[in-house]
C-alpha cells in the first residue's frame, strides 16, 4: 500500500513563496506518475500540475504556469511543488496524487492527506 505524506503548507502573504513536499513510501515512487491537485472552500478539486513517471512529461494548469514548479526525486521518493508569486486565489488544501496510469485529471491510485496553504493579502 502506498503511502503519500504532504508538507509544507502555511500562511504567506501575497507575492511569497512555498514549497511542499510529498514523501511516497510503500511502492516503487519511479513507477508512478504524479501529481498535485488543489481544493479551494466550495470549490470542486481542481488539478494544479502533472509530472509523468520519467519527469519527462509536465503539465500545468493555465492559473499557475510560469509561477509553480513541479519536480521530483526519485532517490528520495519525493514529489515537490515550487510556489512563487503566490496570490490569494491560490488559498486551497493541496494534495499530492499518484497513479500507475492515470489520465491528466482521474485514475489516480493513491492520496496524501492534504496540506493548507493560505495566502493573505
Known amino acids: 500500500q502506498v503511502q503519500l505524506v504532504e508538507s509544507g503548507g502555511g500562511s504567506v502573504q501575497a507575492g511569497g513563496s512555498l514549497r511542499l513536499s510529498c514523501a511516497a513510501s510503500g511502492g516503487t515512487f519511479s513507477t508512478f506518475a504524479m501529481a498535485w491537485f488543489r481544493q479551494a472552500p466550495g470549490k470542486e478539486r481542481e488539478i494544479v500540475a502533472r509530472?509523468?513517471?520519467?519527469?519527462?512529461?509536465?503539465f500545468y494548469a493555465d492559473f499557475v504556469k510560469g509561477r509553480f514548479t513541479i519536480s521530483r526525486d526519485n532517490a528520495k521518493n519525493t514529489l515537490y511543488l515550487q510556489m512563487n508569486s503566490l496570490k490569494p486565489e491560490d488559498t486551497a488544501v493541496y494534495y499530492c496524487?499518484?497513479?500507475?496510469?492515470?489520465?491528466?485529471?482521474?485514475?489516480?491510485?493513491?492520496w496524501g492527506q492534504g496540506t493548507q496553504v493560505t495566502v493573505s493579502s
Open positions: 509530472l509523468a513517471s520519467s519527469g519527462g512529461t509536465i
Open positions: 496524487a499518484a497513479g500507475r496510469l492515470p489520465g491528466l485529471r482521474s485514475g489516480y491510485d493513491y
